[in-house]
DNA sequence: AAAGCTGACAACCGCAAGATC
DNA sequence: GGATCTTGCGGTTGTCAGCTT
């Protein structure tokens, strides 16, 4: 498959060159994303626009992340799918800057070739009514948008502290670290709305959306521990060293490993 | 060293839904 | 209201590099 081939309206189809980058990165920048169909009239590229836009969004388009996949980012995508199925878009939604294609990708590499896991009855029906709610439910709204960013940033000014809120404070610096920006946190509050009332009300310890999520094998996990959900709508997922030392390892996104240091 | 296998990734295809004419 | 166009999604295939035999 090499950029020469090309198709029966005689588009050209394979690998993308760098002078074709170009050229779709100054379409995109002057016209904005759309009419992918006129970009060979504006460009003179002689790509479809499906093409074109296939590479656009995955692979051109600002703000993509390259590399592994984070841990977390895999055990999202391993819970979500659980529930979803093979919504690779919509599952992509919660994975900033990760492509539906990349996710899709992931999991018939990793577990595409695996035997089906054996019917678990319960699971069956959380997963029937959560998917009958995400029908009913449209995406939110831009002022709900507004609404969480805007008592987000209540708590980032909230300056009291009593003592039975220590641990809830910490908790909280912590999920602050792993979920850096305002666009992560409503992510994971976007998670939280759709699965909370129909999961997490029903979820055991071992099957659970967030208590799943870091059951890792690895020895250097030995606890999890799930914050106050109120701080931010959604479970967290912190780990303890087996030293137990109050050193968290966590992984986000492009900060990758960190540290965080309790006092 | 060479052939075969496997994982990772990019890209294409067909279809369906929505938008536009 | 129907035809056509555009866009988005999920499934599939092709390529390549690294590993194994």
Not at 42 to 62: A, E, I, M
Not at 78 to 101: C, F, Q
Not at 144 to 157: A, G, R, T
Not at 214 to 231: I, L, R, T, Y
Request: hydrophobic share 30%; charged share 30%; glycine share 6%.
């Amino acid at each position: 498959m090499k950029g020469s081939l090309t198709a029966e309206k005689g588009w050209t189809k394979g690998p993308w060159t760098h002078e074709e980058d170009k050229l779709l990165r100054e379409h995109v920048s002057l016209h904005g994303e759309s009419r992918w169909n006129s970009v060979s009239k504006f460009t003179g590229l002689n790509r479809s626009g499906k093409s074109c836009r296939l590479r656009w969004v995955n692979y051109l388009r600002p703000g993509l992340k390259k590399g592994q996949l984070t841990p977390l980012e895999e055990g999202i995508i391993m819970e979500l799918h659980a529930v979803l199925g093979n919504k690779w878009s919509t599952i992509a939604k919660y994975l900033p800057g990760r492509t539906d294609n990349e996710i899709k990708n992931y999991w018939r590499t990793h577990f595409g070739k695996r035997e089906k896991p054996k019917h678990n009855k319960n699971q069956e029906k959380r997963k029937a009514k959560v998917q009958k709610q995400l029908k009913q439910e449209q995406q939110p709204q831009p002022q709900e948008y507004d609404m969480i960013k805007s008592s987000l940033y209540q708590e980032e000014i909230k300056n009291e502290t009593k003592p039975s809120e220590m641990q809830d404070n910490k908790q909280q610096e912590i999920m602050g670290f792993m979920y850096p920006t305002i666009e992560h946190q409503y992510s994971l509050s976007l998670m939280h709305r759709e699965f909370s009332s129909s999961f997490l009300d029903t979820t055991t310890a071992d099957d659970g959306l967030w208590f799943s999520l870091w059951d890792f094998d690895e020895p250097q996990f030995s606890k999890c521990v799930m914050p106050n959900q109120a701080n931010f709508g959604a479970g967290g997922d912190l780990m303890q060293n087996q030293d137990k030392t109050s050193c968290f390892d966590v992984a986000y996104d492009n900060l990758s490993y960190g540290k965080y240091m309790f006092d």
